[in-house]
């Protein structure tokens, strides 16, 4: 079973930074897409960026400028700098290949406080 394991949660004031990252043991890891998600309190989870296998990168309207996603593949690593962060983006964080599939890791927690 592929095994995502994520890091670099925590709790941060409005304004501040965070660097997620995530080591993963899937196979062929530089032919798929890669994504970070959220999921905040009673809410589903979300896409928040992804970058695909050739480096091109997308993010939602709320991330984008803010945040930004890439990967390593030698090293099999995909990071999230998260910058002038907002209580907004409270929630945990996955990383996953994209589109994901069923089985996740355990997320790291990232809370902002105001």
């Known amino acids: 079973q592929v095994q995502f394991v994520e890091s670099g949660g925590g709790l941060v004031q409005s304004g501040g930074s965070l660097t997620l990252s995530c080591t993963t043991s899937?196979?062929?890891?530089?032919?798929?897409?890669m994504g970070w998600y959220r999921q905040a309190p009673g809410q589903e989870r979300e896409m928040v960026a992804i970058?695909?296998?050739?480096?091109?990168?997308n993010y939602t309207h709320s991330a984008k400028g803010r945040f930004t996603i890439f990967r390593d593949n030698a090293k099999k690593t995909v990071t999230l700098q998260m910058t002038s962060l907002k209580t907004e983006d409270t929630g945990r964080y996955y990383c996953h290949y994209y589109p994901p599939g069923t089985f996740w890791g355990q997320g790291t927690q990232v809370t902002v406080t105001s």
């Open positions: 899937l196979p062929g890891f530089q032919i798929f897409a």
């Open positions: 970058i695909k296998n050739d480096d091109s990168t």
